[in-house]
């Protein structure tokens, strides 16, 4: 199984401040098709996942573009260019490239 | 609006079942493959099966292979997750969602296995 190895595990990050988040995978994700189904999700409290990055650095409709996504292979990056208070909550990447899928452990981002 | 909604859940004792059910609108349900992710209370997300948008391709977490059935009927616009032998391991709150092509995520049935 592809492990998922997410860091940190919390994160206090004052509003406008920037965050990072690393997302390393025990094999490549890259597919067959030659695509790399490296997700980044955004879990705030009390609600289902939402996902804001797919296919590494796209992101999704709707999601400021303070929101970034970078990395291949067995390595990843989500970054937060200025944090708002929006922005809190649970982050996980998860690897849709190889069965059975894989989520990192999550990182908690919180207001300093 | 797209939506997917779960249905089903509920306090079961261990070792019976409990089926599961997840009702799409808003988009063309037929063209996603499908998946059932869960999360325990206060834990992470774990991912538990999938099934292709046709149902030629389905797998499983190990910890649930032989117990779950993951399913689908395009022409209802609906997934389902038949549970057997249930545990107390399996309390958990189930999502149904699409993530890798679309992202669509429902917003959770709680099953809660307990005597």
């Known amino acids: 199984d592809v492990v998922m190895t997410q860091t940190p595990v919390s994160l206090s990050v004052a509003i406008g401040q920037p965050a990072s988040i690393s997302c390393k995978s025990s094999?490549?994700?890259?597919?067959?098709?030659?695509?790399?189904?490296l997700n980044w999700l955004l879990q705030r409290p009390g609600q289902s996942p939402k996902r804001l990055i797919y296919?590494?650095?796209k992101l999704d409709s709707g999601i400021p573009d303070r929101f970034s996504g970078s990395g291949s292979e067995t390595d990843f990056t989500l970054k937060i260019s200025r944090v708002e208070a929006d922005d809190l909550g649970v982050y996980y990447c998860?690897?849709?490239?190889?069965?059975?899928?894989?989520f990192g452990a999550g990182t908690k981002l919180e207001l300093k | 609006e797209v939506q997917l909604v779960e249905s089903g859940g509920g306090l079961v004792q261990p070792g019976r079942s409990l089926k599961l059910s997840c009702l799409a609108s808003?988009?063309?349900?037929?063209?996603?493959?499908m998946n059932w992710i869960r999360q325990a209370p206060g834990k992470g997300l774990e991912w538990v099966a999938s099934?292709?948008?046709?149902?030629?391709?389905?797998y499983y977490a190990d910890t649930v292979k032989g117990r779950f059935t993951i399913s689908r009927d395009n022409a209802k616009n609906t997934l389902y997750l038949q549970m057997t032998s249930l545990r107390s391991e399996d309390t958990a709150l189930y999502y149904c969602?699409?993530?890798?092509?679309?992202?669509?995520w429902g917003q959770g049935v709680m099953v809660t296995v307990s005597s």
């Open positions: 969602a699409s993530f890798n092509y679309g992202s669509y």
């Open positions: 808003g988009f063309t349900f037929s063209n996603y493959g």
């Open positions: 099934i292709s948008s046709s149902s030629s391709y389905i």
């Open positions: 094999q490549s994700l890259v597919g067959t098709s030659g695509k790399t189904y």
């Open positions: 296919l590494v650095s």
């Open positions: 998860l690897q849709g490239t190889h069965f059975p899928y894989t």
